[in-house]
Each structure stands twice: as C-alpha cells, then as structure tokens.
C-alpha cells in the first residue's frame, strides 16, 4: 500500500515511540510526500526536538531513518494538480493543497493523516491510525 504522508503523522513519530512510528516503519508500507514537508520540519525541529525529549544526536538519526522510508516528491511533479487541490481546500485549510496535490497527483491509495478537515474533501481516500492499524492487523490503542 502507497500513502501520501501528512505532516502530523511525521511529527507525531518523531516525537514519540508509538504505533504511530511503528506503522511508518512497516515494510509493508510505501510512504510519499511533497518536498514540502523538509520545509515544515525545518521550520519546527526545535519544537519537536524538545517535545521527543531526545538529544539531538539521536533525534537526527531517528530522523534520517524515519526519511528512508519516504519518497520525496518534488513541488515541479505535483504542480499540474496543485491548482485543483487549492480550489478543493480553499475554504477548508489552504496550506494542506499540497499534501492533497500529491495524492491527487501520484499513484497512492490514500492520504494518512488525523487532521479531520481532510475528511471535508472526497478527491481522495482518507486514512486515519486506527484504519491502518486495522489493516495491518496491530492491536487497537
């Protein structure tokens, strides 16, 4: 199964080991996401670095391992979809078009993510970690 990645579901495996980390780690799973996402990360390391409670040296391990599991996907092979993920998102989060351009974009079976605005938008299959846990037959949190 190939899914586009939101931001959220990267934060929340690289503040804390949980299933969320877990399933991002599962060889069954096939990970992608706008270059974008180095962008958001960027601007926040400082935040989720405090938040994961690791030094620094671990925290860039964790997170150039979590990053071998993710296809990053350049905004220039998104673009011809990005106009329409804008019209779909423009009165429901505007700054998520991109994560919604990749999916409308590239061959995936979803976008996992846990922000229910995504939920106001049927373009495309929306995961949360319940589901995927589900399917990948883990115990229910």
């Given at each position: 199964?190939r899914?586009?990645?939101?931001?959220?579901?990267?934060f929340?495996?690289?503040?804390?080991d949980?299933?969320?980390?877990?399933?991002?780690?599962n060889?069954?799973?096939?990970?992608?996401?706008?270059?974008?996402?180095?962008?958001?990360?960027?601007n926040?390391?400082?935040?989720?670095l405090?938040?994961?409670?690791?030094?620094?040296?671990?925290?860039d391990?964790?997170?150039?391992?979590v990053?071998?599991?993710?296809?990053?996907?350049?905004l220039?092979?998104?673009?011809?979809c990005?106009?329409?993920?804008?019209?779909?998102?423009?009165?429901?989060?505007?700054?998520?078009?991109?994560?919604?351009a990749?999916?409308?974009?590239?061959?995936?079976?979803?976008?996992?993510?846990?922000d229910?605005?995504?939920?106001?938008?049927?373009?495309?299959?929306?995961?949360?970690?319940n589901?995927?846990?589900?399917?990948?037959?883990?115990k229910?949190?």
């Amino acid at each position: 199964m190939r899914l586009v990645l939101d931001a959220n579901r990267l934060f929340a495996a690289l503040i804390k080991d949980s299933v969320v980390r877990k399933i991002l780690f599962n060889p069954s799973l096939e990970f992608i996401s706008p270059d974008y996402i180095l962008i958001e990360l960027s601007n926040h390391k400082d935040e989720l670095l405090k938040k994961s409670k690791l030094p620094e040296d671990e925290f860039d391990i964790l997170f150039q391992s979590v990053f071998e599991n993710i296809i990053i996907v350049p905004l220039e092979e998104i673009k011809p979809c990005y106009k329409r993920a804008r019209e779909i998102m423009k009165d429901i989060d505007p700054d998520d078009a991109v994560f919604l351009a990749i999916s409308i974009c590239s061959p995936n079976d979803g976008i996992w993510t846990e922000d229910a605005h995504f939920e106001k938008q049927d373009a495309v299959k929306v995961w949360k970690t319940n589901e995927l846990m589900e399917v990948l037959g883990m115990k229910k949190r």
